[in-house]
């Protein structure tokens, strides 16, 4: 059976979000449910965004109950979280792209969140012996919220290692957020119309051409896996509160 925790946003606001909870929050989409499948995380100890339009449809649909897409980005929960940072005074880490990159990254943050307090920033490379000392950096450094973008998989597993290693605050995936917002000039990745009319996925295969591959052949597969574990009744959703 593969049970997955959804955060239920039907009764709290994304804004009243609790970031005082020591929880891990990640966001799945069809090809990131991958990871699920292959056994490779602690479901249970992970709650979980609906990254898409199309994953909140294919969950609502199973579920029989209504699931917003939520995206760490800036058409959705980013803004919210850096908003609740700065009013709550929480400070805040980022891990994830190159070091130029994500360098990029907190400084056009901070144009637009004066007053958020970045903890400190970190590449989402380096070897292997090297994490614990990452670890200990984003422990030392009084972080409340640690945000990582190290792709499907390696992120949950490196947050979940984090807290297990005496981290006390919320952590959240962001999968190539971090990259993204450093590699455009304008204030959002996504143009307004394109956010508007739900086809991001369009423009992030005209964008980042790697991802066509994924939208083809990942999507419909791991579609196919999840009607079968549907239809074998080896599917449940188990709705947990974001307050």
């Known amino acids: 059976m593969l049970t997955i925790n959804i955060a239920e946003t039907g009764q709290t606001p994304l804004s009243e979000i609790n970031l005082t909870s020591n929880k891990v929050y990640s966001f799945l989409n069809l090809s990131s449910i991958g990871s699920l499948f292959s056994n490779t995380l602690q479901e249970g100890s992970i709650i979980y965004f609906c990254d898409g339009i199309s994953t909140s449809s294919v969950f609502s ?5 209504t699931i917003k ?17 700065q009013s709550d005074g929480i400070k805040i880490y980022f891990i994830g792209a190159t070091e130029e990159e994500v360098n990029c990254f907190s400084q056009k943050v901070l144009k637009k969140n004066k007053n958020l307090h970045i903890a400190g920033v970190h590449s989402g490379y380096w070897e292997q012996l090297d994490e614990h000392k990452i670890i200990k950096c984003i422990i030392d450094s009084g972080a409340g919220v640690v945000v990582a973008g190290l792709g499907a998989g390696k992120q949950e597993k490196f947050l979940l290692n984090l807290k297990a290693s005496g981290f006390r605050g919320t952590s959240f995936t962001c999968g190539g957020y971090i990259r993204q917002e450093a590699s455009t000039h304008n204030d959002n990745y996504y143009p307004e119309i394109i956010n508007k009319l739900n086809i991001r996925f369009i423009y992030r295969a005209y964008k980042e051409p790697h991802t066509i591959n994924r939208y083809l052949f990942e999507y419909p597969s791991n579609l196919t896996k999840l009607v079968f574990l549907q239809i074998s009744k080896k599917l449940s959703f188990s709705f947990k509160e974001i307050g």
Request: glycine content about 0%.
């Open 69 to 85: 897409r939520v995206s760490f980005d800036n058409t959705s929960i980013a803004p919210i979280i850096f908003n609740k940072c």
């Open 61 to 65: 649909f199973f579920s029989k109950k």
